[in-house]
């Protein structure tokens, strides 16, 4: 071969090599508590006051629940706490895959600064899940967010869709 051929060579299997791995993880970002807010009337189709929000101005938490839909929205003072908070879900995700706890479509990133586990199925275990779930947690800088349903109907995982969207957060 000769040298323009082995360049052009080279170049196509080094781009299927990272093109794969730069799909394995999307980047999330943070998101502001009033942009949460606003997401979550318009996408739930919900007023101020059918959800929780607690600030202490030091953390602040946004939560809703109805009877197949929780979402929980943490902002930490301190971004080593909303670290911490999703290392512990992280691990006990991981927890539920090595004991074959879940079965279903699911996917998990942790960096040192974001991360995200979706999942979409059935999950047994004793302390965390035990029921069909479909949605994710998130955690960017100093957020930490749970947005799932337990429900199977698709009206339910459409809602928790259309908020995700909303947040530019990646669907089960």
Not at 73 to 99: K, S
Request: proline share 2%; aromatic share 14%; glycine share 6%.
């Amino acid at each position: 071969m000769n040298k323009t051929v082995k360049k052009i060579m080279s170049v196509i299997l080094a781009t299927s090599v990272v093109l794969p791995l730069a799909a394995c993880g999307r980047k999330i970002e943070p998101v502001k508590a009033k942009d949460f807010k606003k997401a979550l009337e318009e996408s739930l189709d919900i007023d101020d006051d059918e959800y929780y929000d607690w600030d202490d101005g030091d953390d602040e938490n946004i939560w809703y629940s109805d009877s197949n839909i929780m979402v929980d929205f943490y902002i930490y003072e301190d971004e080593d706490d909303a670290y911490d908070r999703f290392e512990d879900l992280y691990d006990e995700y991981q927890d539920m895959m090595d004991d074959k706890d879940f079965s279903g479509k699911s996917k998990a990133v942790f960096t040192d600064t974001y991360g995200y586990i979706t999942l979409n199925g059935e999950a047994d275990t004793k302390h965390w899940l035990d029921d069909d779930i479909y949605g994710g947690f998130y955690y960017a800088g100093d957020m930490v967010v749970y947005i799932y349903t337990t429900s199977s109907k698709d009206a339910k995982k459409e809602s928790i869709d259309d908020l995700l969207s909303e947040l530019g957060f990646p669907k089960p």
